[in-house]
């Protein structure tokens, strides 16, 4: 068992060295921007413990898959296997359960605790499948599989919206619509198989296009709902939802861009960090977004023309 830690700290740490990071600078951006998170949350809304519950539950579940566990009790003895769930399950909850009791949220903290240890014992052995539909069936790769991977935070982005119209609460509208884009940054973060976009038959400029034309078309489609809701219930606010809709536009965009500038390795450091200061300060965007459409022009000539 020590061993099997042992291996999966080392797998961690070249991760964080395959992305430009020395592992210890990698760790401190990674607490960093955890609680600088959680900071923010606990000061926009009311519900940020009910949030880092489900956050935390959905980390915690990826170590329920199937194979894996399969794999694991293969490995070790049934006692063994189930040492290793619960401590992986606690190493994964503890940052959340320091910060919700920091907050004093105790109930949150008494909740996500109970589901960690009972997440121990779920396995997922059942052979029944189901293929979430979606309306992105003509338009792979990127939002048929980020759908199928995340659709429990668009319901629950939803929910958050039917609380705001319920309390008022205009402020956790807007950030419902939020999580939406930042769910749908997510779906661009790998890149596909070399072989997905060379069957393209359009130059770079006319890739790109495409691509843009159907992150927004795709991420319209899942904001919708929550536009539509807030505009008819907060009518003196239709200037600020409409701001936040198009700069998720323009963000989502920037990610866009960003993904093909370093096609078909993943996004390197210097890219990361261009990306997050320009999302940071969208003033910055005016450069950023015509740097990452040149070397994306660029990387795509090599596999387009």
Partial sequence: ??????????ILNRSLRDFGLH??????????????????????????????????IS?????????????????????????????????????????LIF??????????????????FLNFENKFQLTLPTPFYK???????????????????????????????????IFALILVFLVCFTFYTSPENEF??????????????????IALLHSTILSLPIVVCLAIIFTDNLDAIFAFQALGYIYLTTVVL????????????????????GLWLPPLLLGVIPYFYSQSVRRLNEILE
């Fill in 1 to 10: 068992m020590k061993y099997y830690f042992g291996l999966q700290f080392k």
């Fill in 23 to 56: 592992p210890i600078v990698g760790y401190l951006i990674v607490a960093a921007a955890f609680v600088g998170l959680s900071l923010y949350l606990f000061a926009k809304t009311e519900f940020a413990g009910y949030l880092f519950i489900l956050l935390a």
């Fill in 59 to 99: 980390i915690i579940l990826k170590q329920s898959e199937t194979r894996r566990n399969d794999f694991l009790k293969s490995c070790f003895s049934v006692k063994s296997y189930f040492r290793i769930r619960l401590i992986e399950n606690s190493i994964l909850a503890l940052p959340f359960l320091i910060v």
């Fill in 103 to 120: 907050r004093n949220c105790f109930l949150s903290a008494a909740i996500l605790l109970l589901v960690s240890i009972m997440l121990v």
């Fill in 139 to 173: 338009r792979p790769f990127e939002f048929i599989t980020g759908f199928r991977n995340a659709f429990y935070l668009f319901f629950f982005a939803y929910f958050l919206t039917f609380m705001a119209v319920s309390v008022g609460n205009f402020n956790l509208g």
């Fill in 196 to 213: 997905f976009v060379w069957i393209y038959a359009s130059g770079s400029k006319g890739f790109l296009f495409h691509k843009i034309k």
């Fill in 258 to 277: 960003a993904k093909y500038s370093a096609f078909p390795d993943k996004m390197n450091l210097p890219q990361a960090f261009l990306l997050a200061f």
